[in-house]
């Protein structure tokens, strides 16, 4: 046939003069789906079901997962929805979807009902959109602070669906002084890895906002900030250059961004399952499998518990006096969890 490619970066090249071309060339052999590692990569395929080696596993090959430049953030993202054939509504509905899934392993519904998304302009803020959508549906009751609204179909209809649940959308204005007595968590989906320079108005004043609430020192008195893919005013490669936000958990999107490397909160995952293998192949990425069917995988070790701190706030089950035999031998024994400590 004579027909030419309407995608110059096609993974499938009828051009063989585009070296770009020949560097996305789908794998003759199919790959697995898992391990979704680059051929040769330094660390072995995990089994699905992670045992406490395969977790040890999984926290060694942490501390060689990829980050990735702004440059080559943008370009993946190009290369995803140009010639790899995805939409970015596709790609968001996933992140987004991802960013929830991480916030409720973390953050608990019983404790962390209350959560504010407060969305930047971009796709960063597409994503905490999408994310609210399904904490709505996890039984989460969201509100959103949305102040720079883009006027494309995609972003309207995000908002209609959220307006369709009843989610309430809050004017910067209007947002509580007291965060902490109104909120458990703040979702920063205000920048991703399109942000350069400083942040404008009203951006700005989020921010600090959220600096000043990440600087109060007890965490059982502040919401837990969650910040997507980037936290909002870092540099995207050197991260926290300017006293910006420190959030309790970031959730990184396709790969971790240089950024991620400065940061030391306890919580950080990956999600957006979606990267197909020639993009693994041409940046040599390396990721954590997913476990299951899992749409995000902690990047790093989980913070431990302090079971002493467990042993002191454990309340023995109440026994009623008419419960109580005469003889002790006869009582009836509970065995709880804490028994075996
Ligand atoms: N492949 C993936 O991993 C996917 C990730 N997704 C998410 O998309 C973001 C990147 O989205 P993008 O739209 O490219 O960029 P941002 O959301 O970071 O923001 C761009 C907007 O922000 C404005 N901007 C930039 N700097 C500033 C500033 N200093 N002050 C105020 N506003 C700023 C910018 O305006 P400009 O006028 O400067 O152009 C834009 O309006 C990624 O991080 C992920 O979260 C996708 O959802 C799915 C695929
Ligand atoms: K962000």
């Not at 680059?38 to 072995?44: H, N, R, T, V, W």
């Not at 600087?215 to 980037?230: G, L, T």
């Not at 050197?238 to 309790?248: A, L, N, S, T, Y």
């Given at each position: 046939?004579?027909?030419?490619?309407?995608?110059?970066?096609?993974?499938?090249?009828?051009?063989?003069?585009?070296?770009?071309?020949?560097r996305?060339?789908?794998?003759?052999?199919r790959?697995?789906?898992?391990?979704?590692?680059?051929?040769?990569?330094?660390?072995?395929?995990?089994?699905?079901?992670?045992?406490?080696?395969s977790?040890?596993?999984?926290?060694?090959?942490?501390?060689?997962?990829?980050?990735?430049?702004?440059?080559?953030?943008?370009?993946?993202?190009?290369?995803?929805?140009?010639?790899?054939?995805?939409?970015?509504?596709?790609?968001?509905?996933?992140?987004?979807?991802?960013?929830?899934?991480?916030?409720?392993?973390?953050?608990?519904?019983?404790?962390?009902?209350?959560?504010?998304?407060?969305?930047?302009?971009?796709?960063n803020?597409?994503?905490?959109?999408?994310?609210?959508?399904?904490?709505?549906?996890?039984?989460?009751?969201p509100?959103?602070?949305y102040p720079?609204?883009?006027?494309?179909?995609?972003?309207?209809?995000?908002?209609?669906?959220?307006?369709?649940?009843?989610?309430?959308?809050?004017?910067?204005?209007?947002?509580?002084?007291?965060?902490?007595?109104?909120?458990?968590?703040?979702?920063?989906?205000?920048?991703?890895?399109?942000?350069?320079g400083?942040p404008?108005?009203?951006?700005?004043?989020?921010?600090?906002?959220?600096?000043?609430?990440?600087?109060?020192?007890?965490?059982?008195?502040?919401?837990?900030?969650?910040?997507?893919?980037?936290?909002?005013?870092?540099?995207?490669?050197?991260?926290?250059?300017?006293?910006?936000?420190?959030?309790?958990?970031?959730?990184?999107?396709?790969?971790?961004?240089?950024c991620?490397?400065?940061?030391?909160?306890?919580?950080?995952?990956?999600?957006?399952?979606?990267?197909?293998?020639?993009?693994?192949?041409?940046?040599?990425?390396?990721?954590?499998?997913?476990?299951?069917t899992?749409?995000?995988?902690?990047?790093?070790?989980?913070?431990?518990v302090?079971?002493?701190?467990?042993?002191?706030?454990?309340?023995?089950?109440?026994?009623?006096?008419?419960?109580?035999?005469?003889?002790?031998?006869?009582?009836?024994?509970?065995?709880?969890?804490?028994?075996?400590?």
């Open positions: 046939s004579t027909t030419t490619n309407p995608h110059p970066l096609s993974p499938f090249p009828r051009s063989q003069n585009n070296s770009r071309v020949h996305l060339q789908l794998p003759a052999r790959l697995p789906s898992f391990p979704a590692v680059a051929p040769g990569a330094s660390f072995a395929p995990l089994p699905q079901r992670l045992g406490m080696a977790l040890a596993a999984s926290a060694a090959a942490a501390a060689e997962v990829t980050h990735l430049t702004q440059r080559d953030a943008a370009e993946i993202d190009e290369q995803l929805m140009g010639p790899l054939g995805f939409s970015v509504d596709q790609l968001m509905e996933l992140a987004g979807l991802s960013v929830a899934a991480a916030l409720a392993e973390v953050y608990k519904l019983n404790e962390h009902a209350r959560v504010l998304v407060i969305c930047g302009p971009g796709n803020g597409g994503d905490g959109l999408v994310a609210a959508r399904h904490l709505y549906h996890f039984g989460y009751r509100s959103i602070c720079k609204r883009t006027p494309k179909p995609l972003y309207s209809g995000l908002v209609t669906q959220l307006e369709s649940l009843s989610i309430p959308f809050i004017p910067v204005e209007d947002l509580p002084n007291e965060l902490p007595r109104e909120f458990d968590v703040i979702v920063d989906a205000m920048f991703g890895f399109s942000f350069h400083t404008r108005p009203p951006f700005d004043h989020l921010i600090q906002m959220l600096v000043s609430l990440s600087d109060i020192q007890n965490p059982d008195k502040r919401p837990a900030i969650v910040s997507i893919d980037i936290p909002s005013g870092w540099h995207v490669e050197e991260g926290d250059v300017d006293g910006g936000i420190k959030p309790d958990m970031l959730v990184s999107l396709t790969a971790p961004k240089l991620a490397k400065k940061f030391t909160g306890p919580h950080h995952f990956l999600g957006g399952r979606f990267v197909p293998p020639p993009i693994l192949n041409k940046y040599g990425l390396q990721l954590p499998p997913y476990p299951g899992s749409m995000c995988v902690r990047i790093g070790k989980a913070p431990s302090e079971i002493s701190s467990l042993r002191e706030n454990y309340i023995s089950p109440e026994l009623l006096e008419s419960q109580v035999m005469s003889d002790p031998f006869d009582q009836p024994v509970c065995v709880s969890p804490m028994q075996w400590l």
